[in-house]
């Protein structure tokens, strides 16, 4: 098995209990105690680097596992080309079916200079592997399998499956962030199929989460990128920076969009605040996907300034239909922010950049600064006042 590919498939593996959203209102991690406001410790100038350019990946890839019994064999790629135009039209119409069949006809290539010219310039292959018993353990370890919150979108007959033996069917897709995001999609919609016809679960290996094909449909990335939240966990850490009692929330996901994770910290254990952020870092995540689309040049996008999230990118974040983020009507309604890359950690995505998310400009980097004051008057800015 190639470095890269068990990088991509161990990304995630050991980042904790993911906490995503299935609607605005159920996002933020599950309310700590106590609720009061603690005092922050001391600030430490030498924990805040100074800002740097954060560089967004000219070409990316995303893998997914899919749980197969233990005696199943892998397909060809001539079985996912038929898979594929067995699809009814209602399902999978003519245009996404020749992509799709192109994307499946693609062998990954090294360097994608070297692709015929007749492929589209953002598809750059699919991997397909079965992995063995050994690799399929220490791609999807037990403990992940067993997580209660890894697997609450499981029904209990697909829960039951978990304790059947089982191997890994990786289906890895590389391309460039084009076409808002065209490759990803077009391979969630391969692993549907696949899954769909196999019966299998599907583990993402960047969240940790694993989920039954109907789940896995209903969070397919859209193609106006009208579910960005669908795509990111957004997960909880003791705050070493600042000590106990507070918290910070960590992305997971971004890696497949070729932006780096981001980092809140500074976060007290409040419940409605906790919310409050991960609204934000989800919002944030959906500006970061679109600012990452691959300039026509060909040259990776680079970010030196500060960014700007506000609530409507919120909104845009979430599918139509699964309620409202709150608005405040007399508050700013954005905020600017400084996105600051932090040493890497062991819980970390394997070779992937998360980024602490920070006042804005020079701010940040001011021996007085206090990461958690300034937390809450931003949350307060873009959301308003906790109910």
Same mark, same amino acid.
């Given at each position: 098995?190639?470095?890269?590919?068990?990088?991509?498939?161990?990304?995630?593996?050991?980042?904790?209990?993911?906490?995503?959203?299935?609607?605005?209102?159920?996002? $933020?991690?599950?309310?700590?105690?106590?609720?009061?406001?603690?005092?922050?410790?001391?600030?430490?100038?030498?924990?805040?680097?100074?800002?740097?350019?954060?560089?967004?990946?000219?070409?990316?890839?995303?893998?997914?596992?899919?749980?197969? *019994?233990?005696?199943?064999?892998?397909?060809?790629?001539?079985?996912?080309? $038929?898979?594929?135009?067995?699809?009814?039209?209602?399902?999978?119409?003519?245009?996404?079916?020749?992509?799709?069949? #192109?994307?499946?006809?693609?062998?990954?290539?090294?360097?994608?200079?070297?692709?015929?010219?007749?492929?589209?310039?953002?598809?750059?292959?699919?991997?397909?592997?079965?992995?063995?018993?050994?690799?399929?353990?220490?791609?999807?370890?037990?403990?992940?399998?067993?997580?209660?919150? $890894?697997?609450?979108?499981?029904?209990?007959? #697909?829960?039951?499956?978990?304790?059947?033996?089982?191997?890994?069917?990786?289906?890895?897709?590389?391309?460039?962030?084009?076409?808002?995001?065209?490759?990803?999609?077009?391979?969630?919609?391969?692993?549907?199929?696949?899954?769909?016809?196999?019966?299998?679960? !599907?583990?993402?290996?960047?969240?940790?989460?694993?989920?039954?094909?109907?789940?896995?449909?209903?969070?397919?990335?859209?193609?106006?990128?009208?579910?960005?939240?669908?795509?990111? $966990?957004?997960?909880?850490?003791?705050?070493?920076?600042?000590?106990?009692?507070? !918290?910070?929330?960590?992305?997971?996901?971004?890696?497949?969009?070729?932006?780096?994770?981001?980092?809140?910290?500074?976060?007290?254990?409040?419940?409605?605040?906790?919310?409050?952020?991960?609204?934000?870092?989800?919002?944030?995540?959906?500006?970061?996907?679109?600012?990452?689309?691959?300039?026509?040049?060909?040259?990776?996008?680079?970010?030196?300034?500060? !960014?700007?999230?506000?609530?409507?990118?919120?909104?845009?974040?979430?599918?139509?239909?699964?309620?409202?983020? *709150?608005?405040?009507?007399?508050?700013?309604?954005?905020?600017?922010?400084?996105?600051?890359?932090?040493?890497?950690?062991?819980?970390? *995505?394997?070779?992937?950049?998360?980024?602490? !998310?920070?006042?804005?400009?020079?701010?940040?980097?001011?021996?007085?600064?206090?990461?958690?004051?300034?937390?809450?008057?931003?949350?307060?800015?873009?959301?308003?006042?906790?109910?």
């Amino acid at each position: 098995m190639s470095p890269r590919l068990v990088a991509v498939l161990l990304a995630g593996v050991a980042c904790g209990c993911p906490t995503r959203s299935d609607g605005p209102s159920a996002g $933020a991690p599950a309310e700590p105690s106590p609720t009061m406001i603690p005092t922050p410790a001391p600030h430490d100038p030498n924990l805040a680097p100074a800002p740097a350019s954060i560089v967004f990946a000219d070409r990316t890839s995303a893998a997914y596992l899919l749980l197969l *019994p233990a005696d199943m064999a892998a397909p060809t790629r001539d079985d996912l080309v $038929a898979l594929v135009r067995r699809a009814p039209t209602s399902v999978v119409d003519e245009h996404e079916s020749a992509l799709l069949v #192109e994307l499946i006809t693609m062998e990954p290539v090294v360097d994608s200079r070297l692709q015929p010219s007749t492929h589209p310039r953002d598809l750059l292959g699919l991997h397909i592997e079965l992995l063995d018993a050994s690799a399929s353990k220490a791609a999807i370890p037990a403990a992940m399998l067993e997580d209660p919150v $890894a697997t609450r979108s499981l029904r209990p007959a #697909e829960r039951a499956t978990l304790a059947q033996p089982h191997r890994a069917l990786v289906l890895r897709a590389d391309y460039r962030n084009e076409k808002a995001v065209r490759g990803l999609r077009l391979l969630q919609r391969i692993v549907e199929l696949l899954a769909r016809e196999r019966d299998a679960l !599907v583990h993402d290996p960047d969240t940790g989460e694993t989920v039954g094909v109907g789940v896995f449909a209903e969070r397919r990335l859209q193609a106006g990128l009208g579910n960005l939240a669908d795509q990111i $966990a957004v997960v909880p850490f003791a705050d070493k920076r600042h000590g106990e009692p507070w !918290v910070r929330l960590t992305t997971r996901g971004m890696r497949r969009f070729g932006s780096v994770d981001l980092e809140l910290d500074g976060l007290p254990g409040d419940g409605k605040l906790l919310q409050q952020a991960t609204w934000m870092l989800q919002g944030l995540a959906a500006v970061m996907v679109r600012m990452a689309e691959i300039d026509p040049s060909g040259f990776p996008v680079e970010l030196d300034d500060d !960014v700007v999230v506000t609530h409507a990118d919120i909104v845009k974040a979430f599918p139509n239909g699964r309620g409202t983020v *709150p608005r405040c009507s007399d508050c700013q309604g954005e905020l600017s922010v400084r996105l600051v890359e932090r040493p890497s950690e062991p819980h970390d *995505p394997q070779d992937h950049v998360v980024a602490r !998310v920070v006042a804005p400009g020079r701010s940040s980097q001011a021996a007085n600064y206090d990461q958690p004051a300034w937390v809450r008057e931003a949350l307060r800015a873009l959301l308003g006042p906790l109910s």
